[in-house]
T-cell receptor
Framework: DTGVSQNPRHKITKRGQNVTFRCDPI?????LYWYRQTLGQGPEFLTY????????KSRLLSDRFSAERPKGSFSTLEIQRTEQGDSAMYLC?????????????????FGPGTRLTVL | AQRVTQPEKLLSVFKGAPVELKCNYS??????LFWYVQYSRQRLQLLLR??SRESIKGFTADLNKGETSFHLKKPFAQEEDSAMYYC??????????FGKGTRLSVIA
């Protein structure tokens, strides 16, 4: 499977514990995005990387959240001291950002998500 | 601020009937608009984007800048079209902003 993969697919944890999720993008993609989706909502942007550089972070990303993409390939999203409000589906997407005729084309391909439940 | 509104949470139509999923956006510039679809137990996937001006699985969407809309249409609904549909917007080099989604249910 050459699509975006995410691990684990499900995570149940107790409040106060730390969790880490992994995303493996499509191999030639230079951009990687993290989104969060709660019930009845569309995905909400958290942060994104171009290669290993973290270019933008949403205000949704509190200090308890940290994301890395150390070699410009896979990425990890860590949540420290989890709270019940962190329960959600965490989605990863990747894209190949190229400039053609001054326009950026940037179709995002999504992974299956990691469903986090904080008890 | 950018915003995407999908006014219908659920849309039920009979097989063979026309479908229109509404999407309105607020953004003062020239955005890129997308429709993503999520079938049961599958990942979110791109259905179509306005700059491609294409028809995918019989669906089309036209960007109407005057009405700031990007409605998704299909003349004859099929049962396999039942899914969750998300409209999304982005500016150049920014992340996607999604609507809350519309669940389409096609009744046989």
């Amino acid at each position: 499977d050459t699509g975006v993969s995410q691990n684990p697919r499900h995570k149940i944890t107790k409040r106060g514990q730390n969790v880490t999720f992994r995303c493996d993008p499509i191999s030639e993609h230079n951009r990687l995005y993290w989104y969060r989706q709660t019930l009845g909502q569309g995905p909400e942007f958290l942060t994104y990387f171009q290669n290993e550089a973290q270019l933008e972070k949403s205000r949704l990303l509190s200090d308890r959240f940290s994301a890395e993409r150390p070699k410009g390939s896979f990425s990890t999203l860590e949540i420290q001291r989890t709270e019940q409000g962190d329960s959600a589906m965490y989605l990863c997407a990747s894209s190949l950002s190229i400039m053609a005729s001054g326009l950026s084309t940037d179709t995002q391909y999504f992974g299956p998500g990691t469903r986090l439940t904080v008890l | 601020a950018q915003r995407v509104t999908q006014p219908e949470k659920l849309l039920s139509v009979f097989k063979g009937a026309p479908v229109e999923l509404k999407c309105n956006y607020s953004y003062s510039g020239s955005p890129e608009l997308f429709w993503y679809v999520q079938y049961s137990r599958q990942r979110l996937q791109l259905l179509l984007r306005h700059i491609s001006r294409e028809s995918i699985k019989g669906f089309t969407a036209d960007l109407n800048k005057g009405e700031t809309s990007f409605h998704l249409k299909k003349p004859f609904a099929q049962e396999e079209d039942s899914a969750m549909y998300y409209c999304a917007l982005k500016r150049r080099n920014t992340p996607l902003v999604f609507g809350k989604g519309t669940r389409l249910s096609v009744i046989a």
